[in-house]
């Protein structure tokens, strides 16, 4: 896609800035998701947003038909990733090495809460990212669908 949205640009600069100071160390965090997310308003992570919502018995709103894909993590394999490497070098990738559609989030967040609700699908802006690439997986402990639990019981 190129560096067509400001956070592909960040994510540019950065890597740059760790071309240009070799002793630095930079993470490549994917779709990070968990608990505690509510300060983050619209910037919470889509398996919050949608949990939270369908918790409430409303349906989740879907840019695009919800084939979009994206290599979920839950927060605490980040943290667990970070220390891990925290003496290396360069730039690493967090994430599960699999890729999952937003339809798959809402079947299993229904399935968890014993629901049946539909999503919304509404136009996607111009510039929205459809498909990330999944990463080489750093260590996980929490898969998919159990982060998922966790978020829904912290709503």
């Known amino acids: 896609i190129g560096l067509t949205t400001p956070y592909s640009k960040c994510k540019a600069v950065l890597e740059l800035l760790a071309t240009i100071y070799p002793k630095t160390l930079g993470f490549r965090i994917y779709a990070c998701y968990g608990t505690g997310e509510e300060h983050k308003g619209e910037y919470a992570s889509i398996i919050y947003k949608f949990a939270k919502e369908m918790k409430q018995g409303k349906r989740p709103v879907i840019w695009g038909d919800g084939t979009q894909t994206r290599d979920f993590i839950y927060i605490d394999d980040v943290i667990d990733c970070i220390v891990r490497n925290r003496n290396k070098t360069g730039v ?64």
Do not use: A, M, W
């Open 92 to 155: 690493i990738d967090v994430g599960t090495g699999f890729i999952c559609t937003f339809n798959k989030i809402v079947e299993i967040i229904n399935e968890k809460l014993h629901k049946h609700i539909k999503p919304k699908y509404i136009k996607k802006p111009s510039l929205y990212i459809d498909n990330t690439i999944c990463c080489d997986p750093c260590r996980t402990k929490v898969s998919l669908r159990s982060g998922i639990q966790k978020v829904i019981d912290s709503i």
